[in-house]
């Protein structure tokens, strides 16, 4: 890997101010303080969505006081700003799109993936850690050795088994995601297999069991288009919790161009020049992913500036 000395990219989900107070949370009676403080904010999430106050660039999360229903819900103690404690509470039940949330939450109810580029330093951190957990608990809750339903302990961050004992934690899964250029500049884009026709990006894949995230980077293009890569450049890295993922970003310098594609898992590859790829983003034959993402970061970074998709009349 080579080493940078340029500034990581600014990615909207690694934001976070949230002093996450991992002492305090061992405490069995923090939640239960929490609840009883009346500063406390708490963020409900049902569904893998939250309630928002106001919309567009100026949304909001529509954060309450503890109310008594939520002792019954375990609340998740994300950690504490500016001396305010903070939780999450999972709600069960879905959220219907076409209806106006009520209850004062003017701005309907969205997910992560919807506002994370959008709201504040510190929400963004709440909401992502919320996402994350709420995925963790929701895939997890029977003991991987005996098969017992755990107990969440230490404010949602442990599940442990009452029969063995053991204790469980959060998981990340790390997976890289790489923007791969060749010597002519031109920046490696691709469909995956079931995606959108036209939505194209920058590959990615999980690291493996027992491997470095570098050499995954060199084996994922491999695999994927049959190009080899080197100088990898770590460009920054933020959690992707849809559900468990920690996405690490790399550039890499192509050292072959014949692509290959994998058709188990990419349907289209190709070599963009930056008229190109303006080209057909303004025709709408073409289309990226959205600005939350790490690989709609890596790709405007190759391209010197924001992309703008005329098609959808708005920045996605
Ligand atoms: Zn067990």
């Known amino acids: 890997m080579t080493p940078a000395d340029e500034t990581l990219l600014d990615l909207a989900l690694s934001r976070a101010l949230i002093d996450r107070s991992a002492r305090e949370r061992a405490d069995e009676e923090t939640v239960a303080r929490a609840l009883d403080d009346h500063r406390t904010r708490v963020l409900v999430v049902r569904g893998g ?35 305010v404690a903070y939780l999450a509470v ?27 580029a959008d709201l504040d330093d510190l929400e963004v951190g709440l909401l992502t850690t919320a996402t994350a957990l709420q995925g963790w ?64 990006s920058v590959l990615a894949g999980f690291v493996e069991a027992g491997e ?47 692509l290959d594609p994998d058709p188990e898992e990419i349907s289209e590859a190709d070599w963009y020049t930056r008229e190109q790829l303006a080209a057909r983003l303004a025709d709408g034959s073409r289309t990226l992913p959205a600005r939350v993402s790490i690989a709609r970061r890596l790709i405007e970074e190759w391209y010197g500036g924001e992309l703008i998709e005329p098609a959808s009349g708005r920045r996605p």
């Open 90 to 116: 999972d709600e069960p039940g879905g959220v219907d799109d076409d209806r106006p949330a009520g209850g004062g939450h003017d701005g309907g109810w969205a997910s992560l993936r919807e506002v994370g």
């Open 212 to 258: 470095t995230m570098e050499a995954a980077v060199v084996r994922e293009v491999y695999e994927e288009v049959g190009v080899r890569v080197t100088d990898l450049v770590f460009r920054g890295d933020q959690p992707w919790p849809f559900p468990a993922s920690l996405m690490l970003g790399f550039r890499a310098r192509a050292t072959s161009t014949r």
């Open 49 to 83: 969505r939250s309630p928002l106050l106001g919309t567009g660039e100026d949304v909001r999360l529509a954060l309450r006081p503890p109310s008594a229903a939520d002792r019954s819900r375990v609340p998740w103690f994300l950690g504490r700003h500016d001396g």
């Open 137 to 200: 608990h929701a895939r997890h809750g029977h003991c991987p050795r005996c098969g017992a339903a755990t107990h969440v302990v230490q404010g949602g961050w442990v599940r442990r088994c009452p029969e063995d004992g053991s204790e469980h934690y959060p998981r990340t899964d790390p997976a890289v995601i790489m923007a791969v250029v060749d010597d002519d500049d031109r920046l490696l884009l691709a469909t995956g297999t079931g995606w959108a026709p036209g939505r194209i």
